[in-house]
C-alpha cells in the first residue's frame, strides 16, 4: 500500500431563484416534453402571487393607516368640543382639561412615532453603553 495516493474530486454546482439552470430546464424538456415551459409557468405564477400578496399587505397598511388617523382626529376633536362647551357652561378647570388633554395625548403619540420612524433612540443617550474599568 505504501506509495499510493487516492484522489477524490468532488463537484458541486447551486443554483439559487425560482428557476432551475437551463441545462437541467433541458434536461426535463428531455425527459418529459413540455416539462420546461410548466416549470417556467409555475414559477411565473407564483410571482404573480407573491405580488399580488404584497399588494395586499401594503394596501391594508394605508387602510389601516388613514383610519388610525381618522380615528385619533375624532377624538381629539370631540374632547376640545366637550372641553369648551364645558368652559362656556363655566367650569373653567374641567373644560381645559378636557380641551388639552386629548391635545397633549394626540401630539405625544405623534411625537413618538416621529422619532421611532427617524431612527432616533427612545432612550437616553448612554443608557445602554457599558460602564468604564476600574482601577484596583
Same mark, same amino acid.
Given at each position: *500500500? ?5 484522489? %477524490? &474530486?468532488?463537484?458541486? &454546482? ?11 430546464? $433541458? ?14 409557468? *409555475?414559477?411565473?405564477? &407564483?410571482? $404573480? ?30 374632547? *376640545?368640543? %366637550? ?33 421611532? $420612524?427617524?431612527? $432616533? ?16
Amino acid at each position: *500500500m505504501a506509495g499510493r495516493q487516492i484522489t %477524490i &474530486e468532488q463537484f458541486v &454546482e447551486a443554483t439559487s431563484g425560482p428557476l432551475p439552470d437551463p441545462k437541467i430546464l $433541458k434536461a426535463y424538456d428531455d425527459i418529459l416534453p413540455g416539462a420546461a415551459n410548466r416549470i417556467v409557468a *409555475m414559477a411565473e405564477a &407564483e410571482q $404573480k402571487h407573491q405580488h399580488g400578496l404584497q399588494d395586499a399587505i401594503v394596501g391594508s397598511h394605508f387602510v389601516a393607516t388613514r383610519l388610525g388617523q381618522i380615528f385619533a382626529f375624532v377624538i381629539g376633536l370631540t374632547g *376640545m368640543v %366637550i372641553g369648551g362647551i364645558l368652559i362656556y357652561a363655566d367650569k373653567p378647570i374641567t373644560g381645559l382639561a378636557s380641551f388639552f388633554v386629548p391635545l397633549a395625548a394626540l401630539a405625544g403619540i405623534y411625537l413618538n412615532e416621529s422619532r421611532q $420612524k427617524s431612527g $432616533k433612540p427612545t432612550q437616553p443617550a448612554g443608557a445602554n453603553t457599558p460602564a468604564a474599568p476600574r482601577d484596583k
